[in-house]
C-alpha cells in the first residue's frame, strides 16, 4: 500500500513532442504528490508538485494531471527540448511523512 | 553557497574497508536523510533524523551508522564495505510542518568498492 507504481521506465521523444509519465498509488493518505528531475551527476530536485483538491497543475511546460478516484498521476512536458533530458521520479507523501518515490523514468529528448 | 553540501563526491576502496561521508546543510532545515541510488536509478531510504533524533531507520545493515551532531550535519560511516554497498549515496534535508515534505538533495556521493 505504500508504493508509487511509475511508468515507462524509459522514453525517447522527438524535440517538440510531448512526453507523458504515469504514477499510481494505493494509499489514500497520501496527500502530497511531487515530481523531481535528476540530470546526470546531480542530485535529485523538486520540479513541480501538486495536492489531490486540484486535477491539474501547470508551471511553465511542466503540467501535472491528477485523477483523484483512479489514484493516478501523470507529467507532462509540453515542447520538450533535449535539456529536458533526464530521470523523473513521482512520489507521494502524507504531511511530514517519508517520501515514498517511483522507481523513475529516464527520458531522452532527440534533437 | 551550497545548500546541501557532501563530502567526498567520489570514493574508491576495497571490500572490508570502513569509510565515512559527510553531509551539512545551510538551509535551517530540521530533517536530514540519507537516500541510496543504485544502478537502476532507483531512490532507497535508508535513514532520517529531525533535530539530531532518529525517525526513519529502514532495513539497512547495521554495518551502516548514521551519526548527527546537530541538526545541520549528518554523517555516514560505513564499516566492512561490500561489492554490494556500490552506489551514490545522496544526503536530503527538509523542514518538517511546512506542510510539504519538499527535499533538498545533495549531489551526492558515488562510492566504488573494489
Known amino acids: 500500500q505504500q508504493q508509487v507504481k511509475q511508468s515507462p521506465q524509459s522514453l525517447i521523444v522527438q524535440k517538440g513532442g510531448i512526453p507523458i509519465i504515469n504514477c499510481a498509488y494505493e494509499?489514500?493518505?497520501?496527500?502530497?504528490f511531487p515530481w523531481y528531475q535528476q540530470f546526470p551527476g546531480k542530485g535529485p530536485a523538486l520540479l513541480i508538485a501538486?495536492?489531490?483538491?486540484?486535477s491539474e497543475k501547470k508551471e511553465g511546460r511542466f503540467t501535472i494531471s491528477f485523477n483523484k478516484s483512479a489514484k493516478q498521476f501523470s507529467l507532462h512536458i509540453m515542447d520538450s527540448q533535449p535539456g529536458d533530458s533526464a530521470t523523473y521520479f513521482c512520489?507521494?507523501?502524507?504531511?511530514?511523512?517519508?517520501?515514498?518515490f517511483g522507481k523513475g523514468t529516464r527520458l531522452h529528448i532527440l534533437p | 553557497d551550497t545548500a546541501v553540501s557532501q563530502t567526498p563526491k567520489y570514493l574508491v576502496t576495497q571490500m572490508g574497508n570502513d569509510k565515512s561521508i559527510k553531509c551539512e546543510q545551510n538551509?535551517?532545515?530540521?530533517?536530514m536523510y540519507w537516500y541510496k541510488q543504485d544502478s537502476k536509478k532507483f531512490l532507497k531510504i535508508m535513514f532520517s533524523?529531525?533535530?539530531?533524533?532518529?525517525?526513519i531507520n529502514e532495513t539497512v545493515p547495521n554495518r551502516f551508522s548514521p551519526k548527527s551532531p546537530d541538526k545541520a550535519h549528518l554523517n555516514l560511516h560505513i564499516n566492512s564495505l561490500e561489492l554490494g554497498d556500490s552506489a551514490v549515496y545522496f544526503c536530503?534535508?527538509?523542514?518538517?510542518?511546512?506542510?510539504?515534505?519538499?527535499?533538498?538533495f545533495g549531489a551526492g556521493s558515488r562510492l566504488t568498492v573494489l
Open positions: 501538486i495536492r489531490p483538491d486540484v
Open positions: 536530503a534535508s527538509s523542514l518538517r510542518g511546512s506542510g510539504a515534505n519538499v527535499l533538498t
Open positions: 533524523y529531525n533535530n539530531k533524533e532518529l525517525i
Open positions: 512520489a507521494a507523501s502524507r504531511r511530514d511523512d517519508k517520501i515514498i
Open positions: 494509499n489514500t493518505a497520501f496527500d502530497y
Open positions: 538551509l535551517g532545515h530540521d530533517t
